[in-house]
C-alpha cells in the first residue's frame, strides 16, 4: 500500500463537485486524510471565477494506470469536457500529485507531480495535511518547502467547507 495524495480543484458549482469527488474517493479508497479548502484566484485562465482548491490522500495498492484513469472518469462523470481548452473553467480537476515515494514517469504519469513546487494552491494543503512528510525527489518536507515558498501574486485564503455532515475546513 502506498500514500497517494491527489489535489482537487473546481471553479464551477465548487461546493457540489468537490463534495461529488471526496465522496467518490472515500468510497473508492476508504480512509482519508483532506486538507483544508482554499479558495484561490485562477492562475492562467481569461474566466476570472475563483476555484476551491484542496488535498486529499489515502492508501492505495493501484497502479499510478489505474489511479489516474480513475481520476479521468471521474472528471468526465462530473460534466469535465475533454475538448474543453487547458485554461477553460472546469467541474472537477483532480490530479496525482504523489504515489509513495515514486519518481519519474510511471504509466505515462509524471511523479511527483511538479505542480506541487509552482502553485500555492497546491503546497499549501499539502504542507498543511502533511507537513512532515518528505517530497519523494528534493527529500525537503512539504512544511519547510512552504515556509520557503515565493507565492508571488498567488491569492489563496481558507473557506469553511462542510462534507459528509461535518466541518472539514474553518476559514481563516
Keep these: 500500500m502506498a500514500l497517494v495524495t491527489v489535489s482537487i480543484g473546481s471553479n464551477i458549482e465548487r461546493d457540489r463537485h468537490v463534495r461529488a469527488c471526496l465522496d467518490a ?3 473508492t479508497f476508504g480512509d482519508l486524510a483532506i486538507s483544508r479548502v482554499f479558495e484561490s484566484e485562477p492562475v492562467g485562465f481569461e474566466d476570472g471565477r475563483n476555484f476551491y482548491n484542496l488535498v486529499a490522500a489515502f492508501e492505495s495498492d493501484w497502479s499510478v494506470g489505474e489511479l489516474q484513469a480513475w481520476c479521468k472518469r471521474l472528471e468526465f462523470a462530473n460534466g469535465r469536457r475533454k475538448e474543453s481548452p487547458k485554461f477553460s473553467p472546469r467541474t472537477l480537476d483532480i490530479d496525482l500529485l504523489t504515489v509513495g515515494e515514486l519518481t519519474g514517469e510511471h504509466d505515462g504519469v509524471a511523479l511527483p507531480r511538479d505542480e506541487i513546487h509552482h502553485h500555492a494552491f497546491v503546497l ?3 504542507a498543511e495535511l502533511l507537513p512532515e ?7 525537503e518536507t512539504y512544511a519547510a518547502q512552504w515556509a520557503s515558498f515565493e507565492a508571488g501574486d498567488q491569492r489563496l485564503w481558507a473557506v469553511e467547507f462542510r462534507w459528509a455532515g461535518r466541518l472539514i475546513s474553518r476559514a481563516d
Design 25 to 27: 474517493l472515500a468510497e
Design 124 to 126: 499549501q494543503p499539502m
Design 133 to 139: 512528510v518528505r517530497h519523494p525527489e528534493s527529500g
